[in-house]
């Protein structure tokens, strides 16, 4: 399905997998967006975000696999960034999660999954793929390119079930421009091209659509100069640049205008006063409140985005 309703303030967005969706989320949350971000930490496998997205979807809490790493609690379903130093703890944060994450999935207008490696790590005690090493020994792991047949079987089926628990929820599928340079050159263009060929048969045969987040930074951008350091990160140029594609994909003109108007207002607020006592300066402050709040009431469905 190549057309999916546009993203308007006042709806749910919830965003899972791989950096992108870290990036997108917070551009979206800091333009009066209402978005779950990766609750459970950035996931980057097509198969751990997808038994991440079954267990929200499953009746009844189930607890996560848990690994404790000296006095920390982890699991091996979820981020490093999601731990706790008890195992009571950990299980109270995790049935959180699981409510957190079954909730927005059930009133959210669009779930955007990003996936980031085609390489797996099972782990060898159960077999079961990890989310997260979180530092553990090799001799825990086993890794392998998962076969594009098996990725295919799994996630029809599940972008059917997600449909199923909330008829209204589209779905935006990206592949992540980060370069997973560990695994070597030639096997991260070997990972990537199976996460292409997954999104093409997904966009063929389920209703979801492809934003083209790592054509734009490898083939439109084409340069070094929009990534970090490490050669392997797009940088906060090449985001931006993503971001503008984003908009015009997904958003209507109102709401592109209604995003320049609150941009407009945070450079006019980041403006730099050279005597803060004066009384020009003070006149200044009251008009940018009163700015602010007619902002608010002109546009009721745009959640502040800034701190309470």
Known sequence: MSFISPLRHGQSITLIGSCFSDEIGRLLQAN???????????????????????????DQFVPLRMNQRK??????????????????????????????????????????????????YTLVADQQIVANCHKASKSYFD??????????????????????????????????????LSDGLMENNRSKAR????????????????FEAFEIVTDQLRDYAFFKEDGAHPNQKAIKVVWAH?????????????????????????????????????????????QTADFFKKHPDFLDPTPA
């Open 71 to 120: 006095d920390i609690f982890l699991s091996w379903d979820l981020s490093g960034s999601f731990y706790a130093m008890s195992e009571e703890v950990f299980l109270e944060k995790s049935k959180l999660l699981y409510e957190l994450l079954r909730t927005s999935l059930q009133k959210s207008s669009h779930l955007l999954l990003t996936f980031g490696t085609s390489w797996a």
């Open 195 to 210: 996460l292409h060929l997954l999104v093409e048969k997904l966009t063929k045969t389920s209703k979801c659509c492809y």
């Open 32 to 58: 009066g967006f209402h978005v779950l971000v990766n609750p459970g930490g950035t996931i980057f496998h097509p198969l751990a975000i997808s038994k991440l997205l079954r267990w929200a979807l499953n």
């Open 246 to 290: 984003f908009q015009q994909r997904f958003f209507e003109a109102k709401t592109i205008t209604i995003l320049e108007e609150w941009g407009n207002l945070q450079k006019s607020k980041a403006h730099q006063i050279l005597y803060p006592e004066s009384l020009e300066a003070r006149q200044l402050q009251v008009a940018l409140q009163k």
């Open 143 to 180: 890794k392998s390119l998962t076969d594009l047949e098996e990725l295919e079987r799994i996630w029809p089926s599940l972008i059917a079930q997600l449909q199923h628990f909330n008829p209204s929820l589209q779905v935006i599928l990206t592949i992540s421009p980060v370069r997973h």
